[in-house]
């Protein structure tokens, strides 16, 4: 059974379209957790969702939309995509919210924006 | 903020020679230091992890880190690589935002195995 899954895994897109990334946890974990990883790949935390609540937005701009319908789930969608929205997009999840609780990474997504 | 450096970008070794990976983390109260692993095109694995107690840690896959709290540095370690172990690394502190848990990660480092 795969604990994170997310899809899809391969996006390509145009400039300017609208574009969404699905990300399930089935751990029973209550914490979620979008990161992005460039070309370079550096990872850096988008966004973290605690019982279905924005806990972590790190200045992300507003194109980019996170949802969380349920525990389970968190979704990320993109408007009006740009050149330098290519990039990985990891999603990942925790049980709780304190440092000490390691957090499980799904696959990824290849976001490429021609 | 905390942050991570990771003092090597690629590090070449040849199959069951020992190696060293560098992690320094900037200085805090609390630290809590966790290694990842990503193998090519794989999402990341959690290797070993530091949260308190003996800084000697031990992980999967036959690594070990050392958490040195006077050198600020959470080195990691295998003492006989295999080609299998071909994948990037990464260091990770934790850093605590209003409450929540967000990982902070260094530049990575490319391990490459060569026969």
């Known amino acids: 059974d795969t604990a994170v899954s997310q899809t899809p895994k391969y996006l390509v897109t145009q400039m300017g379209n609208d574009k969404s990334i699905k990300c399930e946890q089935n751990l029973g974990h209550d914490t979620m957790y979008w990161y992005k990883q460039d070309s370079k790949k550096f990872l850096k935390i988008m966004f973290s969702?605690?019982?279905?609540?924005?806990?972590i937005n790190e200045t992300v701009p507003n194109r980019f939309s996170p949802k969380s319908p349920d525990k389970a789930h968190l979704n990320l969608h993109i408007n009006s995509l740009e050149l330098g929205d290519s990039a990985v997009y990891f999603c990942?999840?925790?049980?709780?919210?304190?440092?000490?609780?390691?957090?499980?990474f799904g696959p990824g997504t290849r976001l490429t924006v021609l | 903020a905390q942050s991570v450096t990771q003092l090597d970008s690629q590090v070449p070794v040849f199959e069951e020679a020992p190696v060293e990976l560098r992690c320094n983390y900037s200085?805090?109260?609390?630290?809590?230091l966790f290694w990842y692993v990503q193998y090519p095109n794989q999402g990341l694995q959690l290797l070993l992890k530091y949260l308190s107690g003996s800084t000697l840690v031990k992980g999967i896959n036959g690594f070990e880190a050392e958490f040195n709290k006077s050198q600020t540095s959470f080195h990691l370690r295998k003492p006989s690589v295999h080609i299998s172990d071909t994948a990037e690394y990464f260091c990770a502190v934790t850093e605590i935002i209003q409450g929540a848990q967000k990982l902070v990660f260094g530049q990575g480092t490319r391990l490459t195995i060569n026969p």
């Open positions: 969702y605690n019982n279905k609540e924005l806990i």
């Open positions: 990942a999840s925790s049980q709780g919210t304190g440092p000490r609780g390691e957090q499980f």
């Open positions: 200085s805090s109260v609390s630290v809590y």
